[in-house]
């Protein structure tokens, strides 16, 4: 198909402008334009799913639901009801973070992480950070991260669209930036790029996130977060799949010139969607768990895995955008493995 409408010449290849990732878009209609003048992206509404009549069931299905009838459970009594973990998460191995089941559990309204225990908060993060870089790449999701940080680090702005910090429309996509002059580090947030929802983005939003870790110097011991889902339940899973192998093949030789670099991946999160419209939110997260997973089966004691599902299943957090008290529990579970007390 694709060979056919470029044999007919209807398409512009930009493939090779766009870091070797696939990429097409219909040849400009104007006299005096070209493939060549290519600039951004701009992105259209989404455009529903079809819903056949044996498949409305499912689509139905899309929202929580109220069990029909009570339940009943019986707690029994125990003289020790802990499951305290006996190893702080920064001493954990990595290799856990990835093939531990169940994750954690909620007590009190805290995670606690199952492998391990999670002795860092807010106080310790300034001197973790202490001349280093937190480079975080993902979606509107991370950039609630970002925000995070940036409001209780008391972090000073340098680039980006400051009056997007608190919302995730209008041009919340570009590049942004913040830094503790007094610590001496920099956290910066960067969008996944394509596949990804725009609004008259330039090409420099559309960088992909190995193209960033190709550009961390030798000898780095930044912090690094990565994070794909949301944007590409829209497209073909196997478009996910080919970002991940690229990220991996990146960090692989991001790794062998800066060996003490902290690197982890922040898996699928649940969400719902009450109405069907081009994506099944929740339905799919455990099928790009797995890709991860399989992707990565080599680098499991060199990358952190952020398993965050039964997280946010356990309390039914519903929206994609998890509030400010979740934020809070992601990002010290993500630092409890980076920063040793």
Wanted: charged share 20%; hydrophobic share 35%; aromatic share 14%.
């Amino acid at each position: 198909m694709e060979s056919r409408l470029l044999n007919k010449g209807k398409v512009c290849n930009l493939t090779d402008k766009h870091y070797g990732v696939p990429l097409y878009c219909d040849r400009p209609k104007k006299r005096g334009i070209q493939c060549d003048h290519w600039t951004g992206v701009n992105s259209l509404k989404y455009v529903g799913l079809n819903q056949k009549n044996n498949s409305k069931w499912y689509f139905s299905s899309a929202g929580p639901q109220i069990l029909p009838d009570v339940v009943r459970v019986n707690i029994s009594t125990a003289q020790d009801t802990s499951l305290s973990a006996k190893i702080p998460c920064s001493r954990a191995s990595v290799r856990n973070s990835w093939v531990s089941k169940p994750v954690g559990f909620f007590y009190n309204s805290t995670w606690h992480p199952l492998e391990c225990f999670i002795d860092v908060s807010v106080k310790d993060y300034n001197r973790c950070l202490t001349n280093r870089t937190l480079r975080m790449f993902g979606d509107s999701t991370v950039r609630q991260w970002f925000s995070f940080l940036y409001k209780h680090l008391n972090l000073t702005w340098r680039i980006g669209p400051k009056q997007a910090i608190e919302q995730t429309n209008g041009k919340w996509y570009s590049y942004s930036e913040a830094y503790s002059k007094r610590f001496n580090y920099t956290a910066f947030w960067s969008p996944h790029g394509l596949p990804m929802t725009f609004d008259n983005a330039s090409r420099t939003a559309l960088r992909p996130s190995f193209v960033h870790l190709d550009e961390i110097p030798s000898g780095s011991r930044d912090i690094v977060l990565i994070h794909l889902y949301a944007h590409f339940l829209f497209y073909p899973v196997h478009m996910f799949r080919a970002q991940i192998q690229r990220i991996k093949q990146a960090i692989q030789r991001l790794l062998m010139r800066s060996p003490d670099i902290k690197i982890a991946i922040k898996g699928p999160h649940y969400f719902v969607v009450t109405k069907i419209v081009s994506t099944f939110g929740r339905m799919w997260g455990p099928v790009y768990d797995r890709i991860i997973r399989q992707e990565f089966v080599n680098l499991y004691d060199r990358v952190i895995y952020l398993d965050y599902w039964e997280m946010l299943l356990s309390i039914e957090s519903a929206s994609v955008h998890p509030d400010e008290k979740l934020i809070d529990t992601m990002i010290r579970n993500f630092l409890g493995y980076v920063c040793e007390k």
